[in-house]
Nanobody, 116 residues
Framework: QVQLVESGGGLVQPGGSLRLSCAAS?????????MNWYRQAPGKERELVAT???????NYADSVKGRFTISRDNDKKTVYLEMNNLKFEDTAVYYC?????????WGQGTLVTVSS
């Protein structure tokens, strides 16, 4: 059974940093999946924040470019989201997903709260 588990969320002040992790289990060919970070703020739709393809190419939402970095460690079957210079508007539940082989698998999410 495939599973994604996010961790690393928490409370941080504006301008601070957090690193989220997404640990995968049960994936036979983890490296063949594109990995994504989404977020959903209260009262808003879920939005795509960052993507890293199986070849390591990355894409970011305009709102996080230059502040967030997505990376993956295929040996550890883990994807990371390094978040710097956090802003109030980054407050959301962050989800990771694995897309490939005609399916998308989701984690349960981790809450990031940016507050002074």
């Amino acid at each position: 059974q495939v599973q994604l588990v996010e961790s690393g969320g928490g409370l941080v002040q504006p301008g601070g940093s957090l690193r989220l992790s997404c640990a995968a289990s049960g994936f036979t060919f983890f490296s063949s999946y594109a990995m994504n970070w989404y977020r959903q703020a209260p009262g808003k739709e879920r939005e795509l924040v960052a993507t890293i393809t199986r070849t390591g190419s990355t894409n970011y939402a305009d709102s996080v470019k230059g502040r967030f970095t997505i990376s993956r460690d295929n040996d550890k079957k883990t994807v990371y989201l390094e978040m710097n210079n956090l802003k109030f508007e980054d407050t959301a539940v962050y989800y990771c997903s694995a897309r490939g082989h005609s399916r998308e698998v989701w984690g349960q999410g981790t809450l990031v709260t940016v507050s002074s």
